[in-house]
């Protein structure tokens, strides 16, 4: 080999210092995230599923409700042909005295009917129904098991008294005969629970025509926008000598347009869409109702929920069930008729209800023939042939209290 040539060599046998080491190191990384994405992963898992059973538990289930109309299902309406896949549930707000209601006064546990609302969704829940039935309305009210183990006797009395004489039960038994409608579920919200719901959702807005001030009802309100939270959202939609006429009329109007406001908060996207906000609503809707077995899970009431959701606010209507003064007692009230037998059979069929704002004049109609009245639980006004429902006094969820005042 010539001097000035470079001697040749063998390659090394081991790879430059930290070659070897980088792949290695980046396996580790890998494998180090991988973990801690496993780990957040259960622990997320776990975390919904802690939360899943908390709310799940909130739900009080009123199997002794449930058992009671079992036991009577005979006498219970059965679903019209052209209703099927419908729903209608029986919105009840209790007076109850007892536990934390026992600030309101009254003897605590008694307990009445303080608002009842009768909810129909239509089966394509394209449509919305929701019936006030006033609480002093005059009915026939079915024997009722009672509390204290008795049967009450059958009696025409205000509407509100069934709630009392055997709880929910009576009050379904009683809405299901005046009205033929096969009641499917019903939830149960006292005061407490109202004020909860309502504090949960940020307060509720509210139009108040002119200043009140009612000591009684907690309220010191200027006239105008307001947003109430919950014992002046309580106050508000219980109060009537200092509101208005001071009549139970007015007060369902109030209450109507308080849940229209209270619908269009929920739908909101600034509830659903964010997670800090729609916990505690869910905590305090599962908290705050006592519920029959097909309701009483966290499933059920959020597909209840996303059905309310997916009415448009325009379809969903709110109205009284036609009435006037008892005509032997004038502090009483007393269903109208056909109206009431017309609105009942529209929605045994699943037909959609067509509201004017309060105090408007209805629409000439043709004049109907003559015929004698009935009452709302007869044969004749739950008949389905019934003449086409008019149009009754009433409201949607999209308009806006303030905007007619």
């Not at 002093?136 to 009450?152: F, I």
Request: charged share 25%.
């Amino acid at each position: 080999m010539a001097e000035d040539e470079t001697p040749m060599t063998d390659p090394p046998t081991t790879a430059p210092p930290g070659g070897r080491e980088r792949p290695r190191r980046r396996r580790r990384w890998l494998m180090i995230t991988a973990g801690a994405v496993a780990f957040l992963l259960v622990a997320t898992g776990v975390l919904l599923w802690v939360a899943y059973r908390r709310l799940d538990g909130n739900i009080r289930t009123d199997s002794a409700t449930d058992r009671l109309l079992a036991k009577l299902e005979a006498e219970r309406p059965s679903r019209t042909a052209g209703a099927k896949g419908a729903e209608n549930i029986l919105l009840i707000g209790s007076d109850d005295r007892s536990g934390a209601n026992g600030a309101y006064g009254g003897e605590a546990g008694t307990q009445r009917s303080d608002t009842t609302i009768l909810l129909h969704l239509a089966a394509d829940r394209r449509h919305a129904t929701a019936v006030s039935i006033p609480r002093d309305v005059m009915v026939p009210v079915p024997a009722c098991d009672q509390p204290d183990g008795t049967r009450s006797r059958p009696a025409t009395v205000q509407f509100n008294w069934a709630f009392e004489r055997g709880g929910p039960a009576c009050s379904i038994r009683t809405v299901e005969q005046l009205s033929g409608i096969r009641i499917d579920h019903y939830v149960i919200l006292d005061f407490s629970g109202f004020k909860t719901m309502v504090d949960a959702v940020g307060g509720v807005e509210v139009c108040v025509p002119q200043a009140i001030h009612d000591k009684d009802a907690k309220l010191d309100l200027p006239a105008g926008r307001q947003t109430l939270h919950g014992e002046q959202a309580l106050g508000y939609v219980r109060a009537r000598e200092s509101l208005g006429d001071g009549s139970d009329t007015q007060r369902m109007g109030r209450q109507q347009q308080f849940l229209a406001s209270l619908l269009r908060k929920v739908q909101s996207q600034g509830v659903l869409l964010n997670p800090a906000r729609l916990w505690p609503v869910l905590d305090a809707a599962t908290s705050s109702v006592r519920a029959d077995g097909g309701l009483s899970s966290l499933g059920a009431l959020y597909d209840l929920t996303q059905d309310l959701r997916g009415v448009p606010s325009p379809d969903v209507v709110f109205l009284t069930a036609p009435r006037r003064p008892y005509r032997y007692d004038s502090d009483r009230d007393e269903f109208v008729q056909p109206q009431t037998g017309q609105l009942f059979a529209a929605l045994r069929e699943d037909r959609p209800i067509t509201v004017r704002p309060p105090g408007s004049a209805p629409a000439p109609t043709a004049s109907p023939s003559p015929g004698p009245t009935v009452d709302a639980g007869s044969d004749e006004a739950a008949s389905p042939s019934a003449s086409a429902s008019p149009t009754f006094e009433g409201r949607t969820a999209d308009v806006d209290a303030c905007a007619q005042h």
